[in-house]
T-cell receptor
Framework: DAGVTQSPTHLIKTRGQHVTLRCSPI?????VSWYQQVLGQGPQFIFQ???????GRGNFPDRFSARQFPNYSSELNVNALLLGDSALYLC?????????????FGPGTRLTVL | QKEVEQNSGPLSVPEGAIASLNCTYS??????FFWYRQYSGKSPELIMF????GDKEDGRFTAQLNKASQYVSLLIRDSQPSDSATYLC??????????FGAGTRLTVKP
């Protein structure tokens, strides 16, 4: 069975641009969470979506937005990119919204903002 | 502020020894606690989670939770070189927020 997939693997953007990151959860999983991981730090929670509804939001500016589609895949959008947005963006899927269900992480998208 | 704190290490133990990893959290509203392992260049993978005071064992791993002291630990018995990784502690809040510590880098020397 395929794991969580993310695209693209790597991305290079310039300041002020917009980026869209994509995530496909494990088949049967209805919840997707997004995290930002800066080198040397732990992941920071950005959003959780369950059944196409936002269930949780971390402490990130409104430049960050996300949505979940009927097939449970998800997109993370970041507008007006800043140098500080350079990070590994991780998507995690789980069966439902409860964090006590195991979250399975995808390989991540490495975003570099120049 | 909901903070999760870990000693960044590195922590170095000989093969076969017990590795002890520690974590503290600031918000008493934290409900569940998780230990993830992250190999260099890879994604985090769940080792185990705990939500009740006391110990929880899974193979060579034991998680310990003390809510009064706001303290979580992970013990790895019979450490192996393959256990060398960064260990991330995380706490969930109301099942709609998850906070990770910065991680502790563990090296197990053969």
């Amino acid at each position: 069975d395929a794991g969580v997939t993310q695209s693209p693997t790597h991305l290079i953007k310039t300041r002020g641009q917009h980026v869209t990151l994509r995530c496909s959860p494990i088949s049967g999983h209805k919840s997707v969470s997004w995290y930002q991981q800066v080198l040397g730090q732990g992941p920071q929670f950005i959003f959780q979506y369950y059944e196409k509804e936002e269930r949780g939001r971390g402490n990130f500016p409104d430049r960050f937005s996300a949505r979940q589609f009927p097939n449970y895949s998800s997109e993370l959008n970041v507008n007006a990119l800043l140098l500080g947005d350079s990070a590994l963006y991780l998507c995690a899927s789980s069966l439902d919204w409860a964090f006590t269900n195991e979250q399975f992480f995808g390989p991540g998208t490495r975003l570099t903002v120049l | 502020q909901k903070e999760v704190e870990q000693n960044s290490g590195p922590l170095s133990v000989p093969e076969g020894a017990i590795a002890s990893l520690n974590c503290t959290y600031s918000d008493r509203g934290s409900q569940s606690f998780f230990w993830y392992r992250q190999y260099s260049g890879k994604s985090p993978e769940l080792i185990m989670f705990i939500y009740s005071n006391g110990d929880k064992e899974d193979g060579r791993f034991t998680a310990q939770l003390n809510k009064a002291s706001q303290y979580v630990s992970l013990l790895i018995r019979d450490s192996q070189p393959s256990d060398s990784a960064t260990y991330l502690c995380a706490a969930s809040y109301n099942n709609n927020d998850m906070r990770f510590g910065a991680g502790t880098r563990l090296t197990v020397k053969p």
